[in-house]
């Protein structure tokens, strides 16, 4: 190992040609990380925080500007390389891990010659290659190695695949791992393995590593030191349980006050009128698609402006669930909701409303935020002017006239939610509502849902994989496993006494994901250079 | 939060797409050519009346070579090789223009429909669209124009039916990718109507498609129109249609070149204009 840094950025400014003028990235950055150490790069979407990283490998969209008095990774400067440079420095000096590992890796190849692939680039022979590419495999702790390379992409899970586009990052034995939100899209089990991973193998293998992310508590419970960038700018940087426990900047504090906070529960509300029975019963809900149950018979009520949270891994069935309240789905077994129909000439009106995840492809790209909002009044009976809707959702007045492309994503959500609430609707079903929001538009819109709630006496089925963020919202919460509803108790009583072994594991992860948070004083790295920091 | 940031910046661009579209159009070389080409063509078909042009009449001289007194000079029956070829711009866009729009209209209905119901009446549109589709063109329209004649209205309703199934096909495929969007769902949960849900959701939003494939289809349409009546089963003389002037003059490619080339190169400028537009609206719009 090398005593130069890892990396050694001074002055960096990124710039690149918008629509309407340069915009800067990323604005005289300075940044040192020691070799073996643990970075952490915060900062809500469009921070600069991949462009600052990503500056480090060159590899940038034509027409960026960078300037930099130094940008060196492991004592190469990055600028000064020539095109052969730059590809012995991209082979061998770093690497990185995106978000997405599943559009990572090519899917017309076993992962098995994939991994090969990068062997046989830095020389190995053909059988040497397919020994390392067993042990890589092994390392990430994969098994049976001999089989998992056998594999195309799509034979693996998320997680699985991410271990493998590690095992290749590795493969280089770079000085420097940069993780592209390495865990985003997966469950906060399969994101503890992960995270765990990477923790071991810098240590087996004394890489540098920044890990970006707009996830303030896994960054702290796996970083030594953390930077936080605001509009391009490095506003905070210190060690981890520092910049945590006694943020400076006004910026980090806003982001700490907004995590989702594992041990807040929803204030007790006025006990719902249970005199009028539940809202909606399902029983022995079945779903099967071809031979595999997506839901074997789940039982379960909903009462009236309740909030009935629901958390379970991709896959266990929670979509499924929610489609099938919609009545978008067909399903056996029985729903039934104990309501009066309400009509508007010979139609029904809905009963169900749902929010989706992706605000994005939920809003009509060519229909702007008021004939949108003034259509869902219509359609679900309601009796107030879009204006008013709006003031109420929290959807400002000059957003009215906008189209959704000109919306930030805590925006559109917000407008998917105001037109769930157009009319008197008695069950309003939330499908991961802010699973792809940053932590302070998350914790606007937990309120503004939270706010609605007690306002209109809607019920809620919360969808979601966080369980901190369902424990700020539900009264209620069942956990869904592999499609049957494992456990269904007071929010409270599944932390406290989580019977079943996989709901046990979720609280488990959720409250190590957090535990960072809690004062335990991580021995903070010294940031000089000359010893090699660890991680634990 | 974010709106005081946002407003600025998206009031500019609400203002834009369109503009901002056309002025990169306009950037383009081949799209101005192309469009000039094909607007020369539109006015021809437009005005050559009130330009005291006639097609019909003899000049008195017989395969004059073009100059000064004839700018293009005669076919073999004394007529203006010019007041001809800008004449026979009427009937190729006639037939091709209307018959796109037929083409076009029927096609992303029926596309638009076998999206958004998937199931039984998508695989039945679809399997009858494989059908039409694998017959050889030509041959279909010979045999359809033998059958119902040559009238500019058959011409168009036949150029519909033969073009419709194609467009469909794309339109369909577009259609599939925007179910996926959670904002159809989001209308069906809301209890939006199929028919509305189709034309106020579904159809803006494929419209780029749309407009891509009409354009394209003019392109064939035209290039068809004149393939028909080259062979005898479009016009009839002494209509000045390219195709048939091709044909009637082919004999004199060698004494007369002039009453061959100009048509020839009437239908190749407006087809491969026509093409090259649609070319660039699919590269500047997705």
């Known amino acids: 190992m090398t005593d130069a840094p890892a990396v050694q950025v001074r002055g960096l400014v990124v710039s690149y040609r918008g629509r309407s003028g340069p915009v800067t990235a990323v604005r005289d950055l300075d940044l040192t990380i020691a070799p073996g150490e643990s970075y952490g790069l915060v900062g809500e ?98 098994s049976p190695a001999g089989q998992i390379a056998k594999r195309y992409p799509h034979e693996l899970s998320g997680g699985q695949q991410q271990r493998i586009v590690i095992a290749m990052a590795l493969a280089s034995e770079p000085r420097l791992l940069i993780l592209d939100e390495p865990t985003t899209g997966l469950d906060s089990r399969v994101e503890t393995e992960i995270m765990a991973l990477i923790d071991g193998l810098r240590a087996e293998l004394g890489f540098a590593s920044i890990l970006i992310s707009h996830n303030l508590p896994l960054i702290a419970a796996h970083c030594q030191r953390i930077g ?104 056996d077994g029985t729903i039934t909701f104990h309501t009066e129909d309400r009509r508007r000439g010979r139609r029904t009106l809905p009963r169900v409303q749902v929010v989706f995840q992706n605000a994005d492809s939920s809003l009509n790209p060519r229909r702007s935020v008021r004939q949108v909002l003034a259509r869902s009044i219509e359609l679900l009976g309601g009796d107030q002017t879009v204006e008013e809707l709006a003031n109420r959702t929290g959807v400002g007045p000059d957003l009215l006239a906008k189209l959704p492309h000109e919306l930030s994503g805590g925006q559109k959500q917000r407008v998917a939610i ?42 809620y089925l919360f969808i979601s994989h966080d369980l901190a963020v369902v424990r700020q919202v539900s009264d209620r919460i069942g956990v869904l496993y592999d499609g049957e509803l494992v456990e269904l108790k007071a929010a409270e009583e599944i932390f406290r006494h989580p019977e079943h072994p996989y709901t046990r594991s979720l609280v488990d992860s959720a409250l190590a994901l957090r535990q960072a948070q809690a004062p335990s004083p991580a021995p903070a790295p010294a940031p000089d250079f000359g010893g090699v920091a660890r991680a634990d | 939060m974010a709106v005081a940031i946002t407003t600025a910046a998206s009031a500019e661009a609400r203002a834009r797409p369109g503009r901002r579209r056309l002025r990169a159009l306009l950037r383009r070389p081949t799209f101005v050519v192309s469009a000039l080409i094909v607007l020369w063509w539109v006015g021809a078909a437009a005005t050559w009346r009130l330009f005291g042009l006639n097609p019909y009449v003899n000049t008195g001289h017989i395969n004059l070579a073009p100059g000064w007194h004839q700018l293009l000079g005669t076919d073999s029956l004394g007529r203006s090789v010019f007041a001809r070829t800008l004449a ?41 669209f494989d059908v039409l589709v694998v017959l050889p063109p030509l041959i279909f329209l010979i045999v359809v124009v033998e059958a119902f004649g040559a009238s500019v209205p058959a011409l168009i309703v036949i150029i519909g039916v033969v073009f419709a199934p194609g467009i469909a096909r794309i339109i369909r495929a577009a259609v599939l990718a925007e179910m996926g969007k959670k904002y159809v769902t989001t209308a069906k949960v809301q209890g939006e109507s199929a028919a509305r849900i189709m034309a106020r959701e579904l159809v803006p939003n494929v419209l780029p498609t749309i407009v891509i494939q009409a354009t394209l289809s003019l392109a064939a349409a035209i290039l068809m129109t004149a393939t028909l009546s080259f062979l005898g089963l479009g016009a009839q ?50």
Request: with cysteine; net charge neutral.
């Open chain 1, 228 to 331: 936080v960038l605001e509009g391009g700018v490095l506003v905070e940087e210190g060690a981890a349980a520092d910049v945590l426990l006694a943020p400076r900047h006004p910026y980090t504090r806003s982001l700490i006050a907004a995590l989702p906070d594992i041990n807040a529960v929803r204030p007790p509300r006025p006990a719902a009128d249970t005199a009028q029975g539940p809202l909606v019963t399902v029983e022995h809900l079945t779903k099967r698609f071809q031979q595999k149950a997506a839901l074997s018979d789940v039982s379960f009520t909903i009462g009236r402006a309740e909030a009935l949270g629901l958390v379970g891994e991709s896959g266990s069935g929670k979509t499924t669930l929610g489609l099938s309240l919609a009545g978008l789905t067909s399903y």
């Open chain 1, 45 to 142: 979407s469009g921070s600069g925080k991949s462009t600052a990283a990503m500056t480090l490998t060159r590899y940038l969209p034509p027409g960026t500007g960078v300037t930099a008095a130094e940008l060196s990774v492991a004592g190469t400067g990055v600028l000064a390389l020539d095109t052969p440079a730059l590809r012995r420095f991209r082979a061998g000096a770093l690497s990185v891990v995106y978000q997405e590992p599943g559009l990572a890796l090519d899917p017309t190849m076993t992962v098995g010659r994939q991994i090969e692939e990068v062997y046989r680039l830095h020389g190995a022979g053909r059988a040497q290659a397919r020994a390392r590419t067993r042990a890589a495999i092994e390392r990430v702790r994969l």
């Open chain 2, 88 to 128: 026979g711009a009427d009937t190729a866009l006639l037939v091709g223009a209307f018959g796109c729009l037929l083409a076009t209209v029927l096609g992303s209905a029926l596309g638009v429909i076998a999206g958004y119901f998937r199931g039984w009446v998508d695989t039945a549109f679809m399997r009858l």
């Open chain 1, 418 to 459: 105001a037109r769930a609430f157009a009319g008197p609707v008695p069950l309003v079903i939330c499908d991961e509502p802010t699973s792809a929001l940053d932590v302070s538009s998350q914790a606007r819109l937990l309120d503004l849902l939270a706010e609605l709630q007690d306002r209109t006496g809607v019920s």
């Open chain 2, 237 to 286: 003389p002494p209509s000045p249609d390219w195709g048939l002037v091709i044909n009637e003059n082919r004999v004199y490619l060698e004494s007369a070149w002039w009453s061959v080339v100009f048509p020839a190169v009437a239908v190749g400028s407006l087809v491969v204009a026509t093409q090259l537009v649609a070319d660039n609206l699919k590269e500047v719009w997705s």
